[in-house]
Nanobody, 125 residues
Framework: QVQLAESGGGLVQTGGSLRLSCAAS????????MGWFRQASGKEREFVAR????????RYADSVKGRFTISRDNAKNTVYLQMNSLKPEDTAVYYC??????????????????WGQGTQVTVSS
């Protein structure tokens, strides 16, 4: 089993920045790709970003490309999401996810085996 705990959410004004963290515990040696998803009120959960085990390859949703950066520190079993130039439409609950099987692309919910409880990000206009 893997446990994931997000932190760093909050209220920020348009144009501001936040850094989310996701700390993994348990069978962390089994973790492959890690990702971030978000779910706005009344909408389905959507892919935001994902990063490969070595941190060498990242992928982003078009809506956040150029503004968000995903990174990971394997020594700390932590993945980060740096969010800059935030917009009101970025308001959502952000979820961290971990994949324990190799070779999955990691851009859909079904590619992930473990999820955090989510952290609220609210961007005011």
């Amino acid at each position: 089993q893997v446990q994931l705990a997000e932190s760093g959410g909050g209220l920020v004004q348009t144009g501001g920045s936040l850094r989310l963290s996701c700390a993994a515990s348990g069978r962390t040696f089994s973790i492959s790709v890690m990702g971030w998803f978000r779910q706005a009120s009344g909408k389905e959960r959507e892919f935001v970003a994902r990063i490969t085990p070595s941190g060498g390859t990242t992928r982003y949703a078009d809506s956040v490309k150029g503004r968000f950066t995903i990174s990971r520190d394997n020594a700390k079993n932590t993945v980060y999401l740096q969010m800059n130039s935030l917009k009101p439409e970025d308001t959502a609950v952000y979820y961290c996810a971990a994949d324990v099987l190799p070779y999955r692309v990691g851009v859909v919910e079904g590619d992930y085996d473990y999820w955090g409880q989510g952290t609220q990000v609210t961007v005011s206009s």
